[in-house]
């Protein structure tokens, strides 16, 4: 399953001409976008929506409402043109090993719930010097859904964007604020960063041994009762050779 670009750049530009008919604005999907690595001058939103997969090995098919949307939009005022990049991200499917990420399809409602939103935020954004009118259109279940969200076969957790990926990576904080894993992902430039306990209990024990060597070597200080002692016996071995000369 791949999202329908034709009717999403249809349904946009519907949207968009209905709220500002002077305009022109272009909407591609664009599956390099990062999150928080907008281009100079382009504004990020993000949301997430009910989505439905079908594994292309085994025709598994699952439904989602934790589908994310990444969007990064541009806005030339002089000119009364905008850009839109959208990114949708994919699942896996949970019964195949080594499955590849699947892109979702979404139904007619949903597909007019997600560009709806985009649209509000393009005219929240450039039109409306950030006051929005309408509140977002709330995730519609199409379907009943049993369990918690699958984040390890969410290519959004993997990558740090889904906010529920995010909870199960997030732990409490090590001792070593130096000792961090960081999780690459397949886009550079995004990756999440978690505690890594291994590595900070064996900074610690080299640590401990350290602190064990100090104390095992010499003092920086010497003792002046050795220091008198040493003169003394100087002393006594220069007059017992001018005594027995």
Same mark, same amino acid.
């Given at each position: 399953?791949? &999202?329908?670009?034709?009717?999403?750049?249809?349904?946009?530009?519907?949207? @968009?001409?209905?709220?500002?008919?002077?305009?022109?604005?272009?909407?591609?999907?664009?599956?390099?976008?990062?999150?928080?690595?907008? /281009?100079?001058?382009?504004?990020?939103?993000?949301?997430?929506?009910?989505?439905?997969?079908?594994?292309? $090995?085994?025709?598994?098919?699952?439904?989602?409402?934790?589908?994310?949307? %990444?969007?990064?939009? !541009?806005?030339?005022?002089?000119? $009364?043109?905008?850009?839109?990049?959208?990114?949708?991200?994919?699942?896996?499917?949970?019964?195949?090993?080594?499955?590849? !990420?699947?892109?979702?399809?979404?139904?007619?409602?949903?597909?007019?719930? @997600?560009?709806?939103?985009?649209?509000?935020?393009?005219?929240? +954004?450039? !039109?409306?010097?950030?006051?929005?009118? $309408?509140?977002?259109?709330?995730? @519609?279940?199409?379907?009943?859904?049993?369990?918690?969200?699958?984040?390890?076969?969410?290519? /959004?957790?993997?990558?740090?964007?889904?906010?529920?990926?995010?909870?199960? !990576?997030?732990?409490?904080?090590? +001792?070593?604020?130096?000792?961090?894993?960081?999780?690459?992902?397949?886009?550079?430039?995004?990756?999440?960063?978690?505690?890594?306990?291994?590595?900070?209990?064996?900074?610690?024990?080299?640590?401990?041994?350290? $602190?064990?060597?100090?104390?095992?070597?010499?003092?920086?200080?010497?003792?002046? %009762?050795?220091?008198?002692?040493?003169?003394?016996?100087? #002393?006594?071995? #220069? &007059?017992?050779?001018?005594?027995?000369?």
């Amino acid at each position: 399953m791949v &999202v329908d670009t034709r009717t999403w750049e249809q349904t946009f530009q519907e949207l @968009i001409r209905e709220a500002k008919p002077w305009a022109t604005w272009t909407l591609k999907l664009d599956g390099n976008l990062q999150l928080d690595c907008p /281009a100079q001058g382009w504004k990020q939103y993000q949301q997430r929506a009910f989505g439905w997969f079908r594994c292309s $090995s085994c025709q598994r098919s699952w439904a989602s409402a934790q589908v994310q949307i %990444l969007c990064h939009t !541009y806005w030339k005022h002089w000119t $009364s043109q905008g850009q839109v990049r959208v990114r949708v991200f994919g699942q896996r499917c949970q019964k195949c090993s080594w499955s590849q !990420y699947e892109m979702p399809e979404f139904s007619s409602g949903s597909t007019t719930r @997600i560009l709806n939103n985009l649209v509000q935020h393009i005219l929240e +954004k450039y !039109y409306r010097n950030g006051m929005r009118k $309408s509140s977002e259109m709330p995730v @519609i279940l199409e379907v009943p859904l049993d369990g918690s969200h699958d984040t390890a076969n969410c290519e /959004a957790c993997t990558l740090g964007v889904c906010g529920q990926g995010l909870k199960s !990576y997030m732990t409490k904080p090590s +001792k070593s604020p130096l000792c961090h894993l960081y999780i690459r992902s397949s886009s550079p430039g995004t990756g999440v960063y978690i505690p890594n306990p291994a590595k900070n209990q064996s900074a610690g024990a080299k640590g401990a041994k350290g $602190s064990e060597y100090e104390k095992l070597g010499p003092s920086d200080g010497s003792d002046p %009762l050795v220091i008198y002692v040493t003169i003394l016996l100087l #002393v006594l071995m #220069v &007059v017992k050779c001018f005594t027995s000369e």
